[in-house]
């Protein structure tokens, strides 16, 4: 007995597959199966779109990432960026590219994981596509989000001695993704290694934070840690057209993730700046505004802010760790040759 | 003296040779570079949604569309949607998978395609992302527009009775399609095939058609014809539960194509019915509302507009030749195997 695979629906009944799943609040007028989906506004707020994609073997590779991390991947990817902008989730589009290949249980395991964090975030799926691919299985989400005019995050907008802090732990989910592999590469079971690959496997994109950040006016720029924070802090830091110094000390990895990286021959602090997903944001915050921000740390629960650096008037990018300065290293870039 | 590839550009190169190109209109507030775009809304407007792509090997072949037709063909598609929705067009989102093999070239040749719809339609391009794939080319693209809550063209909502009409002529991108594709399979010159082939490379989406009939609110219900017309008929019937009578002597086949088809040896009828591409609407209209019909008419300046058949209450899909009636032949779908 051969299991179902995605060749052997038709397109309709896949997408009817799917769309039996979606929930449809009473805001979303015209839901899945017209040509388009159409939506109530919220009143007096902005209209914020991203999009990202999560391909097989570039973003995230199958043979070791549960389909349901698959799924909740593609939309933490895109709510992430929400998050950095300081916006509130709305709606999401799916376009899935499916190997004929690809088991139906698969499919269903993908979209556990997907409706799992839209349920979770109050995001509802209105639409998308389906297409047959004979390259790697790719999920392209849209996510729209609604923000208020004066409480948007810009990744522009810092000035000289604005202290830089970044939300969670850095690294986690890169030491979760060399954990993964290498269990993979071995042979080993891949059950142990999921377990402690959590944040990588199912990132939590920092919604509270990005809105409370906007709603309590306390940060002057923002963006999501996606490719590391050597990159985050060149891309934070360019729009602004400013430098920064970064105290290295400071650079928040968890306790557990430190002794791992330690005893295998990695130096923590490499990781958090080199190794990405970890999706936490990195925002600036002007001296004056401090107490605004402790407004937000009072809102956010359990994940810790803290501060790692300043802004500088000069466009280096310095790395001081003790008494010793240097310029920061470069981060993570697709396509580089 | 190799041309340059995108595997020679940096991401960050290449999305900085895409935003350079992107005029931003002052409703953008937040356009490409951040996390996310920002837009103003349109007051007292609802937003409509939809998302579709175009897969080399699959929706299109770049062995003989040219790139700028890939290009336009990956946002007339989605363009197409709104307008069977009553919608006009705001915003795309540009999600590109791009084979590092790629010339730059001609991706630029496939953004001036996209980018001259995009300013002929209104839309502006706000954000987007590019990956690197080992797959085939693949332009994911999302579209946001705007509908007044009354305006909206459903794809239910017809009653039996109701007469259905389609805009333009059909079988036009289908017919365009094959001689493409046989002059390219006989290694012959593909430049007088493309001229024949507008129709399918540069498919002009029904944005005004679509805005009229839904500010008249002439049409009980609405979608478009991407997959050819029994396809479409088949689907509007069943969202308003309904079946449909089409004479077959009123299908609107433009001369010259049915002269082209006819010499090859195809019923131009069935091409029409079976092939995909058209991207004009199908619509319906009841009885009482043919003043509202002929306002629209006369707003849509060349475009006709066909009667094609009824919608019946039995949901039996009748085609009526003449005398005889037999059954609606299928369409296309993907995934059928």
């Known amino acids: 007995l051969t299991a179902l695979t995605v060749a052997d629906c038709g397109e309709r009944a896949l997408i009817a597959r799917i769309t039996q799943r979606l929930p449809v609040p009473a805001w979303v007028l015209v839901g899945p199966g017209d040509d388009a989906a159409v939506l109530e506004p919220v009143r007096g707020a902005l209209e914020v779109l991203t999009t990202d994609v999560q391909v097989d073997g570039v973003h995230v590779d199958r043979r070791f990432v549960p389909p349901e991390a698959v799924g909740h991947r593609a939309l933490a990817v895109n709510l992430s960026d929400l998050a950095a902008m300081g916006a509130r989730p709305r709606a999401a589009l799916l376009s899935l590219a499916l190997p004929p290949s690809l088991g139906l249980e698969e499919l269903d395991r993908i979209l556990d994981g997907l409706l799992g964090l839209a349920a979770s975030s109050g995001t509802a799926i209105v639409g998308g596509n389906i297409t047959s691919t004979e390259g790697p299985l790719a999920i392209d989400v849209t996510v729209t989000g609604s923000v208020h005019r004066r409480r948007i995050l810009r990744r522009s907008g810092a000035r000289p001695g604005d202290e830089v802090f970044v939300t969670g732990t850095l690294g986690d989910a890169a030491a979760g993704l060399h954990r993964l592999r290498s269990a993979f590469e071995r042979g080993e079971d891949l059950l142990a290694a999921r377990t402690c690959a959590a944040r990588y496997l199912h990132p939590e994109p920092r919604l509270r934070a990005g ?85 937000v740390r009072r809102l956010v ?21 003790g008494r010793n300065e240097r310029e920061l290293p470069a981060g993570y870039e697709h396509f580089k040759s």
């Open 211 to 295: 809105v409370q950040l906007g709603a309590h006016r306390a940060a002057s720029s923002c963006m999501d840690l996606s490719d590391g924070l050597a990159d985050g802090i060149r891309q934070l830091a360019q729009a602004s057209d400013l430098g920064m110094t970064l105290d290295a000390a400071a650079v928040p990895v968890s306790a557990e993730t430190r002794e791992w990286l330690a005893q295998h021959g990695f130096d923590p602090l490499q990781v958090a700046l080199a190794g990405g997903d970890d999706f936490e944001l990195i925002f600036t915050v002007r001296p004056a505004h401090a107490g605004r921000l402790r407004g």
């Open 301 to 321: 629960g359990n994940l810790p802010i803290t501060r790692i650096g300043v802004m500088t008037r000069s466009r280096a990018l310095i790395m001081r760790d």
